[in-house]
């Protein structure tokens, strides 16, 4: 958010430079998803959207078992129905791969991390103060987001802000501060500003004008590796895929 000098990140067993860009994968684990509603719901289902998404390119698998949409209750204990024995799975089949989900209460996040979850993606902005002690505990990474006043699965309605970047600032760096108390590992911090939650499409706009960005959360893999790949050439930071022009 200021000038300090980026570091690399620490995830699970892996380290990434500054300067590399990930793509976090997503699987969701429920059955009202808005994107292909069902489609990972099924264990086999979802193992098979796993093993697409590594051959894609994904550095990253993020699991959740609760849409962010309004909608029925999702008990703690269906949670962790849907996230816990699959995070198992993927484990076995991928030792080293990063696994993040996507909770936002402390049990299942303490499930998940004994089942081998890597990185908590809590999407609602510390709204379960002990969230940090889990991550803490289990050395995992945690995901410190900004949805100004909203409360889990709820939408924003006319959200106002004096200064969006001020706001995202002071309300990211304090979780952060406050998962730093806790004990969490500084390279294991994760910041979003979280696009869209408790935010319009202008606060949205200026959001993505004025950061940069290490990690690209998306459904379509192998579109987004391609184009953080060609932007990696650009900059010089990978070669390119293909260098055949006046070789020939």
């Known amino acids: 958010m200021g000038d300090v000098e980026p570091r690399p990140l620490r995830l699970g067993k892996k380290q990434f430079p500054p300067e590399q860009r990930l793509v976090m994968a997503i699987v969701n684990r429920t059955p ?5 509603p069902g489609d990972t719901g099924a264990t086999g289902a979802a193992l098979d959207r796993v093993h697409a998404a590594v051959a894609e390119g994904a550095d990253i698998l993020d699991v959740g078992g609760i849409p962010a949409k309004p ?10 129905r849907r996230v816990v024995p699959f995070v198992a799975a993927v484990r076995a089949a991928y030792p080293d791969l990063v696994i993040s989900v996507d909770t936002w ?15 908590l993606n809590d999407t609602w902005s510390g709204w379960d ?10 050395d995992a990474g945690l995901v410190c987001s900004h949805v100004g006043t909203l409360t889990p699965r709820t939408r924003p309605f006319r959200p106002y802000f004096t200064d969006v970047m001020a706001d995202v600032a002071d309300r990211v760096l304090g979780l952060a501060e406050r998962a730093l108390k806790a004990g969490v590992d500084p390279a294991r911090i994760v910041i979003d500003p979280a696009h869209d ?3 319009n499409t202008w606060h949205s706009l200026e959001l993505t004008r004025r950061l940069g960005a290490r990690i690209f959360r998306a459904h379509d893999v192998k579109a987004t590796r391609q ?15 293909r260098a055949v022009r006046g070789l020939a």
């Not at 909608?71 to 962790?80: D, K, L, Q």
């Not at 184009?227 to 895929?241: E, K, S």
């Open 197 to 199: 939650f408790g935010k």
């Open 227 to 241: 184009a953080l790949d060609m932007v990696a050439a650009i900059r010089g930071d990978l070669p390119p895929a």
């Open 32 to 36: 009202d998803s808005f994107y292909r």
């Open 105 to 119: 209460r402390q049990e299942p996040a303490r499930a998940v991390c004994e089942a081998g979850a890597d990185l």
């Open 71 to 80: 909608g029925p209750e999702v008990t703690v204990a269906e949670e962790i």
């Open 129 to 138: 103060p002990l969230l940090a002690n889990v991550a803490a505990e289990f």
